[in-house]
């Protein structure tokens, strides 16, 4: 996500979690089986070649285990300290496939989840993270499952319980509400379900998914998704991934099919709608570009747009090759206050591409930048949130010194001398709170601590850390331990107690090289 500062740094974001409340009666509720699906990823699931989780043992649903544990609940939550209700245990997702039929804007439409997934454990229930919206009826591989609402979660009990290693599908029939978001009081503001004119664009990070569809909500778990979803006459619509085909139904709508074709966290899912131009192009080595644009902006947004194949080649010069199969621009007709690394296909509201090309390009490069940190390598825990806006707001500033921009030296100083401010106030770039979480220290105060290392070890051994990190953890979830131990091991020298006093500590170290930069002093 990229937000533009004022000047120079920014003003993010948070999502402070709840205690669960007190189980409902559960609901008995009826209904039928949609499409299985097949294959999550998460960073302790073993893994092909293409970056899919290796097939897990398959077992019917509805069989009694003949030892192990008796069937108990799933956890409501994996645990992270931050969000402790994000994502659900006792199982792994293999696929969404998901099915809106949409009407107009602003207006509720009926939609469907079948969510395809393997128990880790014996399950007697377990949850689904899903807020809002009116729940119609679940089933359990075609069975009519008991469902209760507690807050975001969505406790499912099967008729049968689910032996450990079982595969089993889950269909969540409800009513989708296209006006619902949230609001934080930050930089993000409204987030979830964003109107525009004549249709929606999503902005579901950092928990924003789960308005959209019954989920298993946390970056470090992927899966991936089918998209059908059926418009009127003249209304497009556009998800992440690859457009599979449409089809025009005898009164007039159409159904648009999508595929995510990689694994995909919750929050970086697309799902647009509206009235649109689909502009095709070519990126570095033939790779597919692209862009969604409203009817109407077409002709202004293509100058910046149209430098998409330049920011893929700086990118791939410095970290590898692009990570993903295509790669495109949703521009956002709305007043969406960031720009938003969905997963191949970023949304940048209309007004960053119409502007200063200097700000623009800073979106661009930082959105884009994304999709190998933070998309491709996904953070372990909510905690790790520097390493990937950090990397981000890095490159852009990488990019944006030589585009027009100022220096790389000018712009870290700056953010040096308010480091320790930003420490008080904010947390130090890997010590957030649930409220600081997307706070200016996780943009420009942690791409300082890139900096620092930078002039610590030298520009070509930090290249080489940068380029080992997204190739070793390339389609898996790692975290900040994970950064140190493969900067040392690259480096050849031990960094842990040079890091873990920028990332944990409460006070700015000295910046190498640079013995005349000084921290001005914290305002309480």
């Not at 939609?111 to 009826?137: C, E, M, P």
């Not at 359990?140 to 609402?149: E, L, S, Y």
């Not at 993000?188 to 928990?207: E, F, K, S």
């Not at 220096?407 to 008080?424: C, G, I, T, V």
Request: aromatic share 8%; proline share 9%.
């Amino acid at each position: 996500m990229e937000i533009m500062p004022a000047g120079h740094p920014a003003q993010p974001r948070s999502r402070n979690s709840g205690k669960r409340r007190p189980r409902r009666a559960a609901l008995a509720l009826a209904g039928t089986v949609a499409l299985a699906g097949a294959a999550v990823l998460t960073d302790v699931v073993p893994h092909g070649g293409d970056g899919s989780p290796a097939p897990g043992p398959a077992a019917p649903s509805g069989a009694t285990a003949t030892s192990g544990p008796a069937p108990s609940p799933g956890a409501p939550g994996i645990g992270d300290p931050l969000m402790p209700l994000a994502g659900n245990g006792g199982y792994t997702v293999r696929r969404y496939t998901l099915d809106f039929d949409w009407q107009a804007p602003r207006t509720p439409f009926e939609a469907g989840a079948t969510i395809s997934a393997t128990a880790t454990q014996a399950l007697s229930r377990f949850d689904l993270d899903f807020a809002g919206n009116t729940l119609h009826r679940v089933t359990v591989d075609g069975a009519p499952a008991a469902a209760a609402r507690e807050g975001d979660e969505l406790v499912v009990t099967p008729a049968h319980p689910i032996p450990r290693g079982g595969r089993f599908t889950v269909h969540v029939a409800y009513t989708a509400d296209p006006t619902q978001q949230r609001h934080r009081d930050d930089a993000i503001r409204d987030y979830g379900w964003v109107p525009t004119p004549d249709g929606t664009v999503v902005c579901a990070q950092p928990d924003g998914a789960k308005m959209i569809f019954p989920a298993d909500d946390h970056p470090s778990l992927r899966a991936p998704v089918t998209f059908h979803v059926t418009t009127p006459a003249g209304i497009s619509a556009v998800a992440n991934g690859r457009l599979v085909g449409t089809v025009r139904r005898p009164d007039g709508r159409v159904r648009w099919t999508y595929d995510s074709e990689q694994p995909i966290a919750a929050q970086l899912v697309q799902l647009a709608i509206g009235k649109f131009h689909f502009v095709d192009s070519k990126g570095p080595h033939g790779l597919p570009v692209r862009d969604v644009v409203p009817d109407g902006l077409v002709g202004d947004t293509k100058a910046y747009r149209s430098l998409t194949p330049e920011h893929l080649a700086w990118l791939e010069s410095r970290l590898g090759p692009y990570p993903f199969r295509r790669y495109g621009v949703l521009v956002g007709d709305t007043e969406l206050p960031v720009a938003l690394e969905t997963q191949s296909l970023s949304v940048l509201p209309k007004d960053d591409l119409l502007g200063d090309r200097v700000d623009a390009e800073r979106n661009l490069v930082h959105e884009l930048t994304h999709h190998w940190t933070g998309d491709s390598v996904a953070i372990r825990r909510w905690s790790d949130l520097w390493l990937s806006e950090g990397h981000a707001r890095f490159y852009e500033r990488l990019y944006s010194a030589t585009h027009g921009g100022v220096s790389l030296e000018e712009a870290m100083h700056a953010a040096y001398e308010q480091h320790d401010q930003w420490r008080h106030d904010d947390g130090a770039p890997a010590e957030p709170t649930a409220s600081t979480l997307f706070k200016v220290m996780r943009y420009d105060g942690s791409a300082l601590v890139l900096y620092a290392l930078r002039e610590k070890v030298g520009a070509g051994t930090f290249e080489r850390i940068e380029r080992s990190w997204v190739s070793t953890y390339r389609g898996r979830a790692a975290g900040t331990r994970d950064f140190i131990a493969l900067a040392s091991r690259v480096a050849g020298e031990d960094l842990e107690p040079f890091l873990t006093a920028w990332l944990h500590g409460p006070h700015t170290p000295p910046m190498p090289g640079h013995p005349d930069w000084q921290v001005d002093p914290v305002e309480e």
